[in-house]
C-alpha cells in the first residue's frame, strides 16, 4: 500500500472551512484514498473515501487531484467537536484489508 | 445497537503477567483487526483474522497471541514476551474484503483500553 505525508498539526478558527492535506504521490490505480479521524482516546472514526471523483458526505468533502496524488478533505464548517488527529490512508481492495496508519495531521479548533 | 465494545477501558497488570483483552462485535463482521498505539504515535497492526479459526500476524505480532473462536470474538494476549506493553489498544472490525469488489470495507473501531503494566 502507498504511503502518505500529511502535516503534522494545523489549526482552524471555529465556523471556518477546515482543509487537510494529503500528498500520495506513490498511489497506485486500484488504491482508494480514506480518511479517519481519532478523537483523544477514542477509537479512529470513519470519515470519507474515494478513488478518483470528489466525494461528499454529511462529516466532510474529499477532492482528489487529478493526478491523484494528493487530496484535501475539507470540514465545511469545523467546529470545536472536529478537533482531532486526521489520518489519510490510502489501499487496495486486493491487498488484506489492514490499514496502515501514520502519525496523521493534527487538528485544533480555536474558538 | 449494532457495535464493536472492548473491555475494560482502563487495566493495570504487573510485569510478568499475561493479560486478555476483550473485543466483541455484533455487526456481523467477520474481519477483525487488533492494533496499538503509543502517545503521539499512529495505529500499529498486531494481528488480524478475515475468517473464524485463521487469523494473521500483522507488522509487531512478538509478544502478543489470539484467538477467533467465534465470528463475534477476537480476543488479544499481551504476554510477558512483550518488551513493552503498556500502550492503548485498539480493536475493529470490518466487512471481509472479498465480499466487495469495490473497496468499501471501512472499518469500525472499539473504545480502545488502556492497558498499563507496572
Known amino acids: 500500500d502507498a504511503k502518505t505525508t500529511q502535516p503534522p498539526s494545523m489549526d482552524c478558527a471555529e465556523g471556518r472551512a477546515a482543509n487537510l492535506p494529503c500528498n500520495h504521490s506513490?498511489?497506485?490505480?486500484?488504491?482508494?484514498v480514506y480518511w479517519y479521524r481519532q478523537i483523544h482516546s477514542q477509537g479512529p472514526q470513519y470519515i470519507i473515501h474515494?478513488?478518483?471523483n470528489n466525494e461528499t458526505n454529511e462529516m466532510a468533502s474529499l477532492i482528489i487531484t487529478e493526478d491523484r496524488k494528493s487530496s484535501t478533505l475539507i470540514l465545511p464548517h469545523a467546529t470545536l467537536r472536529d478537533t482531532a488527529v486526521y489520518y489519510c490512508?490510502?489501499?487496495?481492495?486486493?491487498?488484506?484489508?489492514?490499514?496502515?496508519f501514520g502519525s496523521g495531521t493534527r487538528l485544533s479548533i480555536r474558538p | 445497537d449494532g457495535g464493536i465494545t472492548q473491555s475494560p477501558k482502563y487495566l493495570f497488570r504487573k510485569e510478568g503477567q499475561n493479560v486478555t483483552l476483550s473485543c466483541e462485535q455484533n455487526?456481523?463482521?467477520?474481519?477483525m483487526y487488533w492494533y496499538r498505539q503509543d502517545p503521539g504515535q499512529g495505529l500499529r497492526l498486531i494481528y488480524y483474522s478475515q475468517i473464524v479459526n485463521d487469523f494473521q500476524k500483522g507488522d509487531i505480532a512478538e509478544g502478543y497471541s489470539v484467538s477467533r473462536e467465534k465470528k463475534e470474538s477476537f480476543p488479544l494476549t499481551v504476554t510477558s514476551a512483550q518488551k513493552n506493553p503498556t500502550a492503548f489498544y485498539l480493536c475493529a472490525s470490518s466487512i471481509a474484503p472479498q465480499q466487495h469488489r469495490e473497496s468499501y470495507n471501512e472499518q469500525f473501531f472499539g473504545p480502545g483500553t488502556r492497558l498499563t503494566v507496572l
Open positions: 506513490t498511489i497506485s490505480g486500484n488504491e482508494y
Open positions: 490512508i490510502v489501499r487496495a481492495y486486493s491487498s488484506a484489508s489492514k490499514i496502515i
Open positions: 455487526l456481523n463482521h467477520d474481519a
Open positions: 474515494g478513488l478518483k
